[in-house]
């Protein structure tokens, strides 16, 4: 009798948990479709004439990347899509392995208390202060944090409880080598930072913030959480108010350029979803199809005209892999080659421009410009899918691949005419970035909202729903 009382209780807690989610994912989805309408709004009235040029675009959308991403945050706690450092914890027995990962979870149920406490503090502290333009309460910003700290709670609970490991003793045995090699470098690290540092320094706070940074990441907990973490440590040792730790989150993501990244994200998105990357791989198939090895070539090709209107290297694989590989397949690449040949193309789309790495390296050099690099990503990026190529080439005459037949004139014709409009994606990304009609932010969120009118409007294949979902 207690069995069946107690039996109805999971599913119940697993449809009220889904449900959270649902709504969480939903208000993200929100969230980033209103950041680039709002910054689409301040483009457009920036060259139309007769409108006025808003002040407060960027202060609004300022707010809503801080809850977007303490929200995403959240639900990646929840996907296992934090990144994270594992090879160390998979050397040791299954048991062990349990219980670190067990370990790992609490600590960031610890962290996620440390938000939800200090950034509610921070939040009230900061209701009296309001931006210059808005007069918005700067306290509304920093409410996303309690609430993001909610959501890890939530999460590590959940995969606190259904904490399972995957391998068997005979994986384990199999790895003395690595795990030798494992001590030996943690050795000749920790070794090194004293003969650099000297005693003093290693004992001292920055001894502390990297030796603990170092040891949570060896244990898995994820990186950013590891990084918050140790720099409580490092607080508390200094004696500073923890709450430093919850408004420099805040400060780092609420950075204007940043926007620029789940924009491109969001564009690659649309366009595997409204035919725009299938348009671009059947003009592929017409430029280098006939050559030995074709449909490989196909694959780089693609991934080059794919990664310069996306910057995204997960999107090109999402959507030009799901295409070329069942079709390599079927003309007899082998597995291998042709999941090896999809990923390394994929790289392209993280130096040709609009590239990720070149927002992130921008904010990070402080004041370099970002269309500069985007220009400079141009050359060696096409000279990576040459190399790809002439790869692709030999392995094709080594292996007996065949080559791709090229459509007839007219038709050839048609799919070049075809793909022109999702050509124009890239062309307006890059091309606005380097005549100065937009920044970088502003590009990605043109080039976005481009994506979406050529996938609904010329090509006809992304209705409401599909837009929904590629948000989501």
Same mark, same amino acid.
């Given at each position: 009798m207690n069995e069946s009382k107690a039996g109805p209780a999971v599913p119940l807690a697993q449809r009220i948990e889904g449900a959270c989610t649902t709504l969480v994912r939903s208000i993200t989805a929100a969230l980033l479709l209103g950041i680039v309408l709002i910054i689409t709004w301040q483009v457009i009235a920036r060259y139309l004439p007769g409108l006025r040029i808003p002040r407060w675009t960027e202060e609004v959308s300022l707010i809503l990347m801080v809850w977007l991403s303490m929200l995403g945050s959240g639900l990646a706690v929840r996907a296992g899509e934090h990144l994270a450092v594992d090879v160390v914890v998979r050397q040791f027995s299954t048991k062990i392995q349990r219980w670190l990962l067990r370990l790992v979870w609490v600590l960031v149920i610890a962290f996620g208390c440390y938000l939800i406490w200090y950034g509610f503090q921070l939040s009230f502290r900061t209701m009296s202060q309001t931006f210059s333009a808005t007069k918005l309460p700067i306290g509304w910003m920093y409410l996303g944090i309690p609430f993001g700290g909610m959501l890890i709670v939530l999460y590590s609970l959940r995969n606190l409880l259904q904490v399972r490991i995957e391998g068997d003793a005979e994986a384990v045995k199999r790895s003395t080598f690595l795990r030798l090699t494992?001590?030996?470098?943690?050795?000749?690290?920790? #070794?090194? @930072?004293?003969?650099?540092?000297?005693? #003093?320094?290693?004992? $001292?706070? /920055? $001894?502390?913030? +990297?030796?603990?940074? $170092?040891?949570? +990441?060896?244990? #898995?907990?994820?990186? %950013?959480? %590891?990084?918050?973490?140790?720099?409580? +440590?490092?607080?508390?040792?200094?004696?500073?108010?923890?709450?430093? /730790? !919850?408004?420099?989150?805040?400060?780092?993501?609420?950075?204007?350029?940043?926007?620029?990244?789940?924009?491109?994200?969001?564009? =690659?998105?649309?366009? !595997?979803?409204?035919?725009? !990357?299938?348009?671009?791989?059947?003009? @592929?198939?017409?430029?280098?199809?006939?050559?030995?090895? $074709?449909? %490989?070539?196909?694959? /780089?090709?693609? @991934?080059?005209?794919? =990664?310069? %209107?996306?910057?995204?290297?997960?999107?090109?694989?999402?959507?030009?892999? @799901?295409?070329?590989?069942?079709?390599?397949?079927?003309?007899?690449?082998?597995?291998?080659?042709? /999941? #090896?040949?999809?990923?390394?193309s994929s790289t392209q789309g993280l130096i040709i421009p609009p590239s990720h790495n070149a927002v992130i390296y921008s904010l990070a050099a402080g004041g370099v410009s970002i269309g500069a690099l985007f220009l400079g990503g141009y050359i060696p990026g096409i000279m990576i899918g040459l190399a790809l190529m002439a790869a692709s080439y030999l392995l094709a005459l080594r292996r007996n691949y065949p080559s791709d037949s090229r459509p007839p004139t007219r038709e050839s014709l048609r799919v070049t005419l075809t793909a022109v409009p999702g050509l124009a994606v890239g062309f307006i990304i890059v091309g606005g970035i380097a005549f100065g009609f937009f920044t970088a932010t502003e590009a990605a969120a043109i080039g976005t909202v481009t994506a979406y009118l050529v996938a609904t409007l010329i090509y006809r294949e992304m209705p409401p729903a599909a837009l929904w979902r590629a948000t989501l």
């Open positions: 494992l001590l030996v470098i943690i050795a000749l690290i920790a #070794g090194g @930072s004293v003969m650099l540092f000297g005693p #003093g320094v290693i004992l $001292g706070p /920055v $001894g502390l913030l +990297l030796g603990s940074l $170092g040891a949570l +990441l060896l244990i #898995g907990i994820p990186i %950013a959480i %590891a990084l918050g973490l140790a720099s409580l +440590l490092t607080v508390f040792k200094l004696g500073l108010p923890p709450l430093i /730790v !919850a408004q420099r989150m805040a400060n780092g993501i609420n950075a204007t350029p940043l926007l620029a990244i789940p924009f491109f994200i969001l564009a =690659g998105q649309i366009m !595997a979803e409204g035919g725009i !990357a299938k348009r671009l791989v059947d003009f @592929s198939r017409v430029l280098v199809g006939p050559i030995r090895g $074709g449909l %490989a070539m196909v694959n /780089v090709v693609a @991934s080059m005209l794919f =990664g310069g %209107a996306s910057g995204s290297s997960v999107a090109d694989v999402s959507a030009n892999g @799901s295409i070329l590989i069942p079709m390599m397949k079927k003309q007899g690449y082998d597995t291998d080659f042709s /999941v #090896g040949i999809t990923v390394a």
